[in-house]
């Protein structure tokens, strides 16, 4: 797939940190920042030291319309989530999505298309929500909800809506309502709401062996028996911290492309799962390698974070509240007892925006 794509990045500042304030409104007749552009075979790339004054607030069009005006585009904004990337599109003129799932796995294609691990749509929120949130991963398929995904979805939202400061927003997920809170230092913190552990609903089709959850059960993957809670945070997950009869994981170790397929495609997991394989540091700091459905090996997930943490705490290894070592870096969590709710704190970074032809 030939793609020519008009993409405007920051050269001065590594995509790791927080970017500054830019104006994303400015219409295109004035958008004119200095560029330098670098010609590539069916591409073209264009890097703009982008402004650092404070963002003017003028119309809610787009964040990524400035860049090109022209019909027939595709504009979209890139985040990640310590390292968990996707495209976001700002689709809130209409409650469908603006393009196929198809086109989504063209998109994440990372030697054809722009590379992440999924399509992240902003619509228009329902029941009474402030939006709507809907993703697609690079395989192409719906997950319920994307935990790095919706702290991207949020600094999207205060982009394109132009918002400052603390705030918060609700959001309408395919795992029900969630709430995204915008910190002062521009951290994410995210109320995931109450785990789901009653087996069927995860769903599993290992029995239960503890008040309808499974805690610390077997499974048999490929011949080797892994000790595994399964839990759902609107989606499913399978969380292990060793094999039967070993003592805890080295998750360096491990082949996660070579085993990670095996638990995602387990006949025990009806919707397919997540897997999170994890090693025990200390009471209140766990690390972490995950296998995502539809995605593969990713440096961070979530939801991911938030279940093992709910695992860890019912086979008695750590507290309540946990640091999360993932690839891409840390996330805080915290299953809160007086409301039986998990939260979520982290980083979601843009890198940059740009636009497609459709």
Not at 54 to 64: E, L, R, Y
Not at 117 to 122: E, M, R, T, Y
Not at 183 to 192: C, F, H, I, S
Request: aromatic share 8%.
């Amino acid at each position: 797939m030939a793609i020519t794509a008009t993409i405007s990045v920051p050269v001065s500042t590594p995509i790791h940190r927080s970017l500054p304030a830019v104006n994303l409104f400015r219409s295109s007749s004035s958008f004119a920042p200095p560029q330098r552009t670098f010609n590539y075979l069916n591409s073209r790339l264009v890097a703009s030291s982008m402004s650092t004054e404070a963002p003017v607030k003028t119309t809610s069009s787009s964040a990524a319309s400035s860049l090109n005006s022209g019909s027939g585009f595709l504009h979209f904004a890139k985040y990640h989530g310590l390292g968990n990337d996707f495209v976001l599109i700002d689709n809130r003129d209409s409650s469908e999505p603006k393009i196929s799932s198809e086109k989504a796995v063209q998109i994440c294609d990372r030697n054809f298309g722009v590379g992440a691990d999924g399509v992240i749509f902003l619509l228009p929120g329902i029941n009474g929500t402030d939006y709507t949130m809907r993703i697609f991963n690079s395989d192409g398929s719906e997950p319920e909800m994307c935990g790095n995904g919706v702290r991207c979805f949020a600094k999207f939202i205060s982009q394109v809506e132009n918002i400052h400061g603390r705030h918060s927003f609700t959001i309408h997920t395919g795992a029900g309502l969630i709430v995204p809170e915008v910190l002062e230092d521009g951290n994410v913190r995210v109320d995931m709401g109450e785990p789901v552990l009653k087996a069927s609903d995860v769903p599993t089709k290992l029995p239960a062996n503890k008040d309808g959850a499974v805690v610390k059960s077997e499974l048999d993957v490929d011949g080797v028996i892994w000790n595994v809670t399964c839990v759902s945070m609107g989606n499913p997950h399978c969380i292990t911290f060793s094999r039967k009869g070993s003592q805890s994981l080295l998750v360096d170790e491990l082949k996660l492309a070579e085993i990670g397929p095996k638990f995602e495609h387990h006949e025990m997991f009806p919707a397919r799962t997540n897997t999170e394989f994890v090693q025990v540091l200390f009471n209140s700091h766990l690390k972490m390698r995950v296998w995502e459905r539809g995605a593969g090996a990713t440096l961070a997930c979530g939801t991911g974070a938030c279940a093992l943490v709910v695992a860890a705490v019912l086979e008695g290894h750590t507290g309540r509240n946990c640091t999360v070592d993932l690839p891409g870096g840390p996330l805080q969590i915290e299953w809160r007892e007086e409301d039986n709710h998990v939260y979520m704190t982290g980083s979601a970074d843009v890198v940059y925006y740009g636009s497609l032809p459709l």
